[in-house]
């Protein structure tokens, strides 16, 4: 169902607020900055997969439950390896000003909702 011209404008309004306002969650979520992707991380986690998938199958034909479970085990450590992104990305999180003064007011072991909340609260009063 396709939005209406109202939902439209705020859609866009809150888009707008949100790449104003959140410039760190933008250059984090946002595809611009990515680079390129790890090849050789990923040739490893399919080769890894690969090779697990081939052990699993052995596993189950030869009824060794212990070398499938490690083939199993072998296959997911491949695809974790292939899909998971670079640490290379460090730059952008510490190019990031703070607002200067103590932006911390949240307790310690506030939990992660609150924190959001009350950054929220604090950008639609104008403070942050």
Do not use: C, H
Not at 7 to 18: A, D
């Amino acid at each position: 169902m396709p939005l209406s011209e109202q939902e439209q404008r705020l859609l866009e309004e809150m888009e707008r607020n949100l790449y104003k306002n959140d410039a760190d969650f933008v250059a984090t979520v946002g595809g611009g900055g990515r680079g390129r992707p790890n090849y050789r991380a990923i040739v490893l986690g399919v080769l890894l997969a690969v090779a697990g998938a081939g052990a699993l199958i052995g596993g189950v034909a030869s009824q060794l439950t212990v070398v499938g479970v490690l083939g199993f085990a072998l296959m997911f450590v491949g695809v974790l390896v292939a899909i998971t992104p670079s640490k290379r990305r460090g730059a952008t999180a510490t190019s990031m000003p703070t607002g200067g003064g103590s932006t911390r007011t949240a307790k310690p072991q506030a939990g992660f909702m609150d924190r959001l909340n009350e950054r929220w609260d604090r950008r639609q009063e104008g403070r942050d």
